[in-house]
């Protein structure tokens, strides 16, 4: 499921769409919609190293941005695309690379940039939406103090831009044996001002029985080295002195999931002592304590708790926001994640049942909430066999859970990857699927506005048969007249999102007619020989359909029919979902399938 591989532009156009605000339509080598879309993003997620390179990237053109530090792994950023989308969040505005961070260039411009393998640890690099390179002094702008040798951090993070600061909760864990103390912290930028200070106050508030906090480890074993790592998606670190750092993944098994110190033996408030829960153990609850146990998606807004007596949030805190969630699931590996949400597998410990957690992080979809409320309300609104369920929705200060029906057999993309093309029998079976709920949605008024592969989830039935379940509504929205706002990806949008003449609920058509395409025949309709977006807007907008020989050449008359009427440019002609699910290429194979099933 893809969570960060979407755009959002609002055209200004004075329009009904939820954003106000410009942002960016982020195109990508991996959304260029040539034939190696697929195998761009399979030999990526090959080949891309998991230890972080610390590089540098400045804005083309600009003298004045001293350039922002990331950390980039394949850990953090899932594809080259969703490091582009995080670019364009942080550097792009409406004055800056208004078009979003399309191109990467190396710092003398010699060479694009085309995947993160090709990033060189402590090199600096230039952000450019589709303009040519522009040369400017770059590092003299700020002396790159941070590359691998540099003495201390402070100057790396002094003169940077803290834009990535957000006010967050972290909770740090003293390393070592148990009982281990915890605190929480409030990073904002009242009190994180560099690396070394945060770790100062660490040091004053945790105390290590070693002497100082000489570093940071997220619980996975990553080192946080950077004022900007405290604000990435993990929010529990462990604290180490000069010792060696053990890390004994086991130690959190039970917690470290949902991110909840539940085996903190000790925790300290400023200004009190130590007053801890002593357990190493989870606490066993019993089912819905603290927690709706229903299956029914709970009606209205979602449920805040709001901090009790201690938790103020500007102090450290004993109280373990998440405590009551952890009781009730233990949460498992991560099956998904983007920019600021990452999906896990979690059970609920009373029933062993199931699910997929989504954990969305707010410190970094500010300025997006409107997308993430939008997204929890039609999530509540649907219920549907061709859709994610919701199952329930509970929030900290800083993070917003969204419990979902879990699907086990991976996505449209990468079942897509494996297995290049479909039989007609496949391939119509799915688009009944799809079909049938974008019709659901249709009748309710809500459009989707990002299907594609990624955001098909595949059922795999113990008869070998397979159905697709759409999930991500991070783009749903109400349709009460024309939208005006850029979105999706590339190579599903419609013709009239990117024409901003207004559109509606059949975009959602046109995109499945381009899945329906890349079904049958493994590449895309409308496609940029030279992974250009003009060129592949331009395809778009014009319409034209091909059908290839000899990758066309054995696919029916009816399957080619159907996409056409799928894929007209103009909307009036264009199939709504029931005429999709009326047609003899979908039915016959439908009932086929459910013949199969009897
Ligand atoms: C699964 C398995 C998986 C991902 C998901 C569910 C995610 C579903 C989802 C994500 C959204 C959303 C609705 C559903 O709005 O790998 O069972 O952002």
Partial sequence: MSLSKTLELDAGGGGSGPSSRGSSLVPSPAHSANCSYYRTRTLQALTSE??????????NGDRYFKGLVYAVSSDRFRSYDALLMELTRSLADNLHLPQGVR?????DGSKKITSMDELVEGECYVCASNEPYRKVEYTKISV???????????????????????????????????PRKAVRILLN????????????????????????????????????????????????????????????QDDFVLTHSTKTPTFVNECRTKGSRSAAPSKTTTP?????????ASRTPPKGPARTKSPGPGENQSEISLTNHTAPF?????????????????VKECVERSTGQEYALKIIDKARCCGKEHLIENEVAVLRRVRHPSIIQLIEVDETPSQLFLVMELVKGGDLFDAITSSTKYSERDASAMVFNLAGAIKYLHRMNIVHRDIKPENLLVCEYPDGTKSLKLGDFGLATVVEGPLYT??????????????????GLKVDIWAAGVITYILLCGFPPFRSENNVQEELFDQILRGKLEFPSPDWDAISLPAKMLI??????????????????????VTVRAHTRQLQLL
């Fill in 50 to 59: 998991k230890k972080a390179k610390k590089v540098r990237f400045y804005r």
């Fill in 103 to 107: 191109t990467i260039y190396t710092i």
């Fill in 144 to 178: 790159p103090s941070w590359k691998p040798g540099a003495s201390r951090p402070e100057v790396r993070e002094g003169r940077e831009s803290k834009d990535y600061i957000k006010p967050k909760l972290v909770t740090v864990i003293r390393s070592g044996v148990k």
């Fill in 189 to 248: 930028k009242k009190t994180a001002h560099s690396f070394d200070q945060v770790l100062a106050d660490i040091t004053e508030a945790i105390k290590l029985d070693s002497g100082a906090v000489k570093r940071l480890y997220t619980l996975d074993g990553k080192q946080l080295t950077c004022l900007q790592d405290f604000f990435g998606d993990d929010d529990v670190f462990m604290a180490c002195g000069p010792e060696k750092f053990r890390y004994a």
């Fill in 284 to 292: 066993k609850t019993p089912s819905g304590s603290g927690f709706s």
């Fill in 326 to 342: 952890s009781r009730k699931y233990q949460v498992g590996k991560v099956i998904g994640d983007g920019n600021f949400a990452v």
């Fill in 486 to 503: 850029v979105c999706g990806t590339p190579t599903y949008v419609a013709p009239e999102i990117i024409a901003e003449t207004g559109y």
């Fill in 564 to 585: 056409s009427q799928m894929l007209q440019v103009n909307v009036d002609t264009r199939f709504t979902a029931e005429e999709v699910l009326s047609h003899p290429w």
